[in-house]
């Protein structure tokens, strides 16, 4: 075959070492064990505690581990996508800075944002680039330090979200392996849903914004779940059904890892068994653009050449989508 496709070639990643788990959490707010796994399936989160580190940390380390694994030449990246929703500044590139600390020093590299999708987003735009023809190794990495922007006087957010990062490497590929569909979409009626109000240019940094708590994110949670369970399911089921894939030809679900319960509803509508269906939210939480390379690290050693994964997200904006991929390698 002489068709280019973009197969992901290698897998990094890395959490934080301090754990707050939900025995913590409940030192800190008013709820319990019990409450948050019922309705989260979240025990514990891995936080970034390092004061003077921000999400560069997290990707610098789950590139590294990427790299020493694969064992590629930094020099050899093309370039870098770094999907994330809370970057070191709001201005300087936090991918650019990643790129030039691990070496990819002939890389061009800039930032990908769209909440928790933004792994699934930089998925479609690494294949797009290595399907030009013109790029060999695309490195896509997703990042997010959460503690940074979550109140933890907020009982709705703090039991939600952790640190951490993952990475994959895009590759050609000559044997119709890799991406092979996508369904992405976006709808802005999710902007007052699911933010931060302020900081941006619409609502600039003020004393009063700072002091009235409005640089955390905040959420209708009701509303985002409604619309998660139903898209994430609704995207995932379309992409069976165009590429004619049945729940026995699906080996896996890579969902985002946001609610045990909007990942139980769409392996239900794709009528998949558990075990075909990948979950470490129980260990690390929303940890929204590291969520989907961080459930490949973990489950790497599962796959197999050939295997059909079915990757689904849902973020705040509203971005989801869904993305059909052939895993290309056997772990060695």
Known sequence: MNTITAAITAVGAYVPDFVLSNKVLETMVDTNDEWITTRTGIKERRILKDTDKGTSFLAIKAAQDLIAKANIDPLEIDMIIMATATADMPVASTGVYVATEIGATNAFAYDLQAACSSFLYGMSTA????????????????????????????????????????????????????LQDEYLRSDGVGRDFLKIPAGGSLIPTTLETVQSNRHNIIQ????????????????????????????????????????????????????????????????????????????????????????????AAFGGGFTWGSIYLKWAYDKK
């Open 127 to 178: 294949a797009a680039y290595i399907q030009s023809g013109r790029y060999k190794k695309v490195l896509l990495i997703g990042a997010d330090k959460m503690s940074s922007i979550v109140d933890y006087t907020d009982r709705s957010t703090c039991i939600i979200f952790g640190d951490g990062a993952g990475a994959v490497l895009f590759e050609p590929n000559y044997e119709g392996l890799g």
């Open 220 to 311: 209708d949670g009701k509303t985002v779940f409604k619309y998660a369970v139903t898209n994430m399911a609704d995207a995932s089921e379309l992409i069976l059904k165009r590429n004619n894939l049945t729940n026995q030809d699906v080996n896996w679900l890579v969902p985002h890892q946001a609610n045990k319960r909007i990942i139980d509803a769409t392996a239900s509508r794709m009528d998949l068994e558990d075990s075909k269906v990948l979950m470490n939210i129980e260990k690390y939480g929303n940890t929204t653009s590291a969520t989907l390379p961080l459930v490949l690290s973990d489950f790497e050693h599962l796959f197999k050449k050939g295997d059909n994964i079915i990757f």
